[in-house]
Nanobody, 121 residues
Framework: QVQLVESGGGLVQAGGSLRLSCAAS????????MGWYRQAPGKQRELVAR???????NYADSVKGRFTISRDNAKNTVYLRMDDLKSEDTAVYYC???????????????WGQGTQVTVSP
């Protein structure tokens, strides 16, 4: 069972910064990609940023130039640096990992429990 543990959410004023972290448990699996999604009240969950094992990244248009995703493969950890935060960034942020289970030979998605990010005007 893969577990993702998130940290780093909180309350910040508009224009401020936060860094989210997500650590994956170790086990008989390899991680193909990790990313961050968010869900605001009354809205669907949306992709914020994603990084694949080779290092390529993609971002939602709304966060390009403000957010940076990075990954430490040795620690099975992904980070999301969020700068110039806006009130519309307020949401619960979820870590996601696309994982290949070595023993079963399949690919599954794992999710963290979510961390609240609130940006005050």
């Amino acid at each position: 069972q893969v577990q993702l543990v998130e940290s780093g959410g909180g309350l910040v004023q508009a224009g401020g910064s936060l860094r989210l972290s997500c650590a994956a448990s170790r086990g008989a699996f390899s991680i193909n990609a990790m990313g961050w999604y968010r869900q605001a009240p009354g809205k669907q969950r949306e992709l914020v940023a994603r990084i694949i094992s080779g290092g390529s990244t993609n971002y939602a248009d709304s966060v390009k130039g403000r957010f940076t995703i990075s990954r430490d493969n040795a620690k099975n950890t992904v980070y999301l640096r969020m700068d110039d935060l806006k009130s519309e960034d307020t949401a619960v942020y979820y870590c996601n990992a696309n994982i290949r289970r070595i023993l079963l030979g399949d690919i599954v998605e794992a999710w963290g429990q979510g961390t609240q990010v609130t940006v005050s005007p």
